[in-house]
């Protein structure tokens, strides 16, 4: 009799998992779904003058913070710089890099990220790239003398990492995804840190990571590892801005997939970033939560508890009930140019769903003294619908390519007049 009702009990959280996780990819299957106007009140007010926008932009932004990511305590600690490597002539010298430790204490524990740093040696004082990547800067570069990062990180069978710790076999492996010489011969520069230095990626209730050096007690608006992410990359930035080969006013905050969420809440959250790109961001990200298409608020909760507050999970299966959608983080970052981008074959993250927040978005750039976002339909693919607000959609699968890149850099290129080597 046990075994029966024990066997049952596996049947039934089998099946409630499987229904969790089945996702829509019909659009005739979507339920019907409003979008709020980031243009009025909660109380249903139209804003009228610009600073009726500050106030209405408090208010998203309070929401985003208390519903959606958590809220993130005040840093109030001094950074700790320590320059770990100089190289004047990196890439066969077409770069000079740095490797800066940034440290963070709270008694006996700390967090540090290390940044990895390439400025073109022909353009001075250019825009720079600052993003994280997945498993260590190490991965980004085929150079052999760039350290590996000391933290947690994921095991991967295709980098080779059994024990949670980086080793050799990753080097490189993420070069496709950072054209470190097609960046810097077009006049970029790029930083880079791991995203666990800050807070390594799975569930572990905050003990690690930066939470525990900030967090005073934890409540259903505490922060999660998403905020964690972005509170590293204004870090990172703090850094940049005392770093003399850097122009602080150029600074282009990027990141593909989860990390693409957190570039978005960086760029919403601190103004000194002055461009935003999100590449292949989709739940939680560019996606507009409401259409119920692919990745859910349901299913990104159940595989990731830790990346966004306790009261996210209000609206697993409940996406009606948001009092914001995606469209809104974009609004946050106006009037500053922001660039969203998905991939054809990446239906998970709801390339249509990224598209339709450019759209909604609009109305606040306009509303600024923006451009009008051009495209009303899906532009084609491989073809970029250009203004303050840009977008593209590129054939192939989830993942950052060069052609990705060379979009970015085309745009950052005109908006900040950079002059190719
Ligand atoms: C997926 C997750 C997505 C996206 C992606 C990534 O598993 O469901 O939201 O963030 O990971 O970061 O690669």
Redesign the pocket.
């Known amino acids: 009799m046990k075994a029966i009702l024990f066997l049952l009990l596996i049947a039934s959280q089998l099946l409630s998992f499987a229904q969790k996780f089945e996702a829509n990819y019909d659009e005739a299957k979507m339920p019907a779904y409003s979008l709020p106007d980031p243009l009025k009140f909660n109380d249903g007010s139209q804003i009228v003058g610009k600073k009726d926008w500050t106030r209405r932009r408090s208010e998203l932004y309070k929401i985003f913070e208390t519903e959606v990511f958590g809220v993130t305590p005040d840093w109030k600690g001094a950074l700790e710089v320590t320059k770990l490597s100089l190289k004047e002539d990196a890439l066969n010298g077409l770069a000079k890099r740095k490797e800066v430790r940034l440290e963070f204490k709270k008694g006996e524990q700390k967090v540090a990220i290390t940044v990895l740093i390439y400025l073109p040696k022909k353009s001075k004082k250019g825009p720079l790239f600052v993003g994280y990547n ?1 498993d260590g800067n190490h991965t980004t570069t085929t150079e052999a003398d760039v350290l590996k990062p000391d933290s947690w990180v994921a095991n991967n069978k295709e980098l080779g990492i059994t024990d949670h710790r980086a080793n050799e076999a990753g080097r490189g492996k993420s070069s496709s995804g950072w054209p470190l010489k097609e960046i810097l011969k077009r006049g970029f520069g790029v930083a880079t840190a791991y995203y666990g230095d800050v807070d390594p990626d799975f569930n572990d209730g905050f003990k690690d990571g930066i939470h525990p050096l900030l967090d005073t007690k934890r409540d259903s608006t505490s922060w999660g590892s998403i905020a964690a992410w972005s509170w590293g990359l204004s870090r990172i930035m703090d850094y940049l801005t005392n770093d003399k080969d850097v122009n602080a006013k150029k600074i282009i905050v990027i990141g ?6 957190a570039s978005l809440w960086a760029g919403a959250s601190d103004p000194r970033f002055a461009m935003v790109i999100a590449n ?6 560019a996606a507009l939560s409401k259409r119920i298409y692919g ?1 859910t608020v349901g ?2 909760n159940s ?2 508890p830790h990346w966004f507050c306790d009261n996210f999970k209000k609206y697993n299966r409940r996406e009606d009930l948001l009092p914001i959608d995606q469209h809104e983080l974009l609004a946050l970052i106006a009037p500053r140019p922001v660039y969203i981008a998905s991939a054809q074959d990446d239906k ?2 709801d390339p249509k769903g990224e598209f339709l927040s450019c759209v909604y978005a609009s109305p606040v750039y306009e509303f600024l003294g923006g451009k009008k976002f051009p495209a009303m339909e899906m532009p084609p693919l491989n073809t970029p619908a250009i203004g303050d607000i840009s977008y593209h959609i590129r054939p192939g699968k ?1 993942d950052i390519t060069l052609y990705d890149w060379n979009c970015y850099m085309d745009f950052a290129s005109s908006y900040f007049r950079v002059k190719t080597n």
């Open positions: 997945f593909h997939s989860r990390l693409g969420k292949n961001s989709g739940c939680g990200g990745e299913s990104i595989a990731f998970w993250a989830h």
